[in-house]
């Protein structure tokens, strides 16, 4: 079936489509038999009849495209029973409203959820091709970036596992975030061209537009004595749908993900091509098609800002018109929406949506203010996920009011009814009414929307425990005080269907070998693994698991980038988003730290524990020091590697544009997992949870959901250092310096010295000097306050990993203790306590 014909999700809904007259057209969608005869009959139909070439003239390119299509055959049945049931069950549906969604590859998770993986290998064996080529041709999905991203992904692969109604609701972009090389050690972005080939997972429906409006003027009428407000927009813009299945595993049950496109609503002026002003007669098709370009467009300038805010409004826009005009009942009662949807606001991204649905309610629908602020408190709930203020993302009004000039006062009113009741409660506490108001008056008057999230949503919850205690505590107190019992906890959870059933076959085998099937959707099972940690065989078997995950990785690092990972060597990992809070810096001291002590002559080399460093991590366009920590870590591993005084015992390797593809080879090999981020800055980490679930040690301080793997896996069994969030901020409020860790260690002050040395950066100590600068005399992220305690800790993991069966004992262990953190169960934490969504019958 072919993404042009295949039938829209919403024609199933309905019982009896418009000039249906042959029985066929009424009966439900059959799939091809789940048979490799039927398989093979399937595909070479697709192969033939949709891509219209024959096997034996086809491109792998045509194979692929004709294997995706197969696969999305046997899918789309129950698709669109599910979308019908939707609505016509009218079951209370979750949309979960995400910028993000880092979905990976969607072939071996659509073959796995629908259990065709067998059958598709047979068959395609049976044409003489192999799936593991095929599979290979895949290009991963540039529509997200980092752990946000993938979050989502998890989340609405679990809201399918689950059986829960639910669209995922985003932004199809043409070209992601960006694609990572490196040129001189520093980091170049170039263009993500994902969808070169197509994309045969999604169905675009241009007929099914919404059209999105933007800036203009508001203006007040009478409707029968009652004055009103409409906006009269100045420009607009589609927004088209783009469906991608997402289906539980082997459940029978598939959700849908709706991506949006920008597309201009006037894109060719014929007239003005004519008169030969070719660039002019398109302006309004590039102007509007930039709004789904990139992934967080950099935001450093004012166009940067305003692009921003389009991309936001402009899918939370077309999202909640999507909904209410496609999946309520006829004659829909909206004082009653609470009970047919909750909006899930995946961080402040999509926040735009509160005064958009009160806009929609008050000014379209025509219902009365209070009525309409009641549902939309009921159908809102806010997930944060920072704890750093500058994350908490602010509009200036002055930008708000240009682009969205309806919106900005609804939140006007919004406020103004927020902070009198603020003063009921409180009275006239001047500086208590400053720190809660939704409009910040310094620097700039600006709408703070987190506090709109908070004071709209049903529910506010973090995503940690202790980012959950710190968000009442310390960022949002006020809120809480006055929002009694509206903020919980919900921890992250990562699908164990991608991040150990696909990542780490070896692993998922030797787990059902031992503890049986099940735990796929059961992860809370692992815990019958723990006896197997003492027993001899089960840790050899589990040794040689880990080995040969070494070796994949060897091989996939050496193809995709000619690097190889040292042989025997305790593999070092350390991937995320680049960002200073996360503390790449304190890894590459260490790593500086060891390299200066060998060729220094006070560390032997033979008492050098053979180690390689895998870091993979990309920084925002904009941010600088980001930059150039990348172009640090990248000169760092040239000289390490190159030195050979080391003789290979230690390594750096740093392969560009990490993504999912590489993470499901980088995680299920590694040994240790680097979770240093400074504590009271990290909100919970999820890379943290994969590489712990695939048998990795973590040595991490007391942050985000480091806390709770190490609650659950036992000290023994993880490398806690650095200070707890109480004495971060005690040393903080005496005036951290530096300077003084500096001066007080030696060996601290021998690894920056040799960075401030040009050795890294061939004599010139110019290229590095901001990052020493900032490490001696601002170093807001305490990195030198730590480093005693990191090389301490380090210190204790070379002394473990040397006793091999004891590493592996806790190695077992960390897998057998970290079901918990499944994203199944991440979801029936948002069901019990912040959403109440039954999963379909």
């Not at 150990?500 to 503890?515: D, G, Q």
């Not at 600068?773 to 380090?794: G, I, K, P, T, W």
């Amino acid at each position: 079936m072919t993404t042009a014909d295949a039938p829209h999700p919403h024609d199933a809904a309905a019982p009896h489509p418009e000039g249906a007259t042959h029985p066929l057209a009424l009966a439900p969608v059959t799939p091809p038999p789940a048979t490799v005869d039927g398989f093979v009959a399937e595909f070479l139909r697709t192969l033939n009849f949709d891509c219209g070439v024959a096997l034996s003239a086809s491109t792998a390119n045509d194979r692929y495209v004709a294997l995706a299509h197969t696969v999305r055959d046997y899918l789309m049945g129950r698709w669109l029973e599910d979308l019908r049931q939707q609505k016509e069950t009218q079951a209370k549906s979750v949309c979960y409203l995400s910028a993000e969604y880092l979905l990976g590859r969607q072939l071996d998770n659509n073959l796995l959820a629908s259990g065709l993986t067998e059958i598709a290998a047979e068959a395609l064996a049976a044409c003489g091709l192999s799936l593991d080529e095929l599979r290979e041709h895949e290009i991963e999905p540039g529509l997200g970036n980092g752990g946000l991203g993938r979050l989502a992904a998890c989340f609405i692969d679990s809201l399918a596992t689950l059986g829960v109604p639910s669209i995922g609701y985003g932004i199809r972009y043409e070209y992601g975030i960006f694609r990572q090389t490196f040129e001189d050690g520093q980091q170049v972005e170039q263009p993500d061209a994902w969808l070169t080939l197509g994309s045969p997972w999604e169905f675009p429906h241009p007929e099914r537009a919404q059209l999105v409006s933007f800036g203009g003027r508001t203006e007040t009428y009478d409707d029968g004595g009652v004055t009103r407000t409409r906006w009269v927009p100045a420009w607009n813009v589609s927004a088209i749908p783009c469906n991608y299945m997402v289906p539980g595993f082997e459940n029978g049950r598939v959700n849908t993900l709706r991506l949006w496109r920008a597309k201009a609503t006037d894109a060719f002026d014929l007239r003005i091509f004519n008169s030969g002003d070719y660039e002019e007669a398109v302006r309004a098709q590039t102007f509007a098609e930039n709004i789904s370009k990139v992934l967080y467009p950099e935001d450093s300038t004012p166009q940067g800002k305003e692009l921003r805010l389009q991309q936001q409004y402009f899918f939370v826009a077309a999202s909640i018109h999507d909904f209410l005009d496609t999946m309520l009942a006829e004659g829909y009662d909206l004082a009653k929406l609470g009970d047919r949807v909750i909006f899930q606001l995946n961080d402040t991204h999509p926040v735009i949506a509160v005064p958009e649905l009160m806009r929609v309610l008050v000014d379209e629908r025509g219902m009365d203010w209070d009525a309409a602020w009641a549902v939309t408190r009921r159908c809102f709930a806010y997930t944060c996920h920072t704890l750093l203020p500058e994350a908490l993302e602010v509009w200036s009004v002055d930008l708000l009011g240009r682009l969205l000039p309806r919106h900005l006062e609804i939140i006007y009113r919004i406020n103004e009814e927020f902070l009198a009741a603020v003063r009921a409660r409180f009275g006239d506490d001047e500086l208590r009414i400053r720190n809660m108001s939704i409009i910040a008056e310094f620097p700039e008057r600006a709408v703070r929307m987190a506090y709109l999230a908070t004071v709209a949503g049903s529910k506010v919850n973090g995503v940690a425990e202790l980012h959950s205690q710190l968000l009442r505590e310390k960022v949002l107190p006020d809120f809480d005080a006055f929002y009694p019992g509206k903020f919980t906890n919900v921890t992250n959870g990562v699908t164990p269907r991608r991040f150990l059933r696909l990542a780490n076959p070896a692993l998922s085998s030797l787990i059902t070998e031992a503890i049986g099937e099940g735990w796929v959707t059961d992860l809370e099972r692992l815990r019958e693994l723990e006896p197997f940690a003492d027993d001899a065989g089960f840790r050899a078997s589990f040794a040689e698991v880990k080995a040969a995950n070494k070796r994949r990785l060897n091989d996939v690092l050496h193809a995709r980038d000619g690097m190889r990972v040292g042989d025997g060597h305790l593999v070092d990992v350390m991937v995320k988003r680049l960002h200073e809070y996360k503390r790449q810096l304190l890894k590459v001291l260490h790593v500086v730290s060891e390299y200066e002590g060998v060729i220094s002559g006070r560390i032997p080399l033979e008492q050098l524990q053979p180690r390689t460093v895998v870091f993979g991590a990309k920084a925002a366009p904009g941010y600088a020091m980001a930059k150039r920590i990348i172009h640090l870590i990248n000169a760092v591993g040239s000289t390490v590697n190159a030195d050979t005084r080391l003789d290979g015992r230690l390594q750096v390797l740093f392969p560009p544009n990490y993504n999912v593809t590489l993470a499901e080879s980088v995680i299920p090999a590694a040994d240790l997992s680097e979770q240093i981020s400074l504590a009271g800055k990290e909100a919970s980490g999820t890379g943290n949870m994969k590489f712990a679930l695939n048998g990795a040690l973590t040595i991490g301080t007391d942050d985000g959901a480091n806390v709770e793997i190490r609650e659950l896996v036992g000290d023994e069994n993880f490398f806690l250092f650095g200070m707890a969030e109480p004495e971060v901020e005690a040393l903080s409020a005496r005036g951290y310096r530096p300077s003084e860790f500096y001066q007080a260690d030696a060996g601290l002050r021998r690894a920056i010295d040799l960075i401030a040395s040009g050795s890294f950066s061939a004599g010139d100590r110019s290229v590095f000097e901001p990052i020493v600068s900032n490490l001696l005399y601002e170093d807001r992220f305490m990195v030198l306050a730590d480093y005693a305690s990191y090389m301490a800790a380090q210190d204790r993991v070379d002394a473990a990993y040397r006793d091999g069966d004891r590493w592996i004992r806790s190695a077992i262990l960390n897998v057998a203790r970290c079901g918990f953190f499944s994203s199944d169960r991440s979801i029936h934490d948002y069901i019990d306590r912040i959403w109440h969504t039954p999963p379909m019958i």
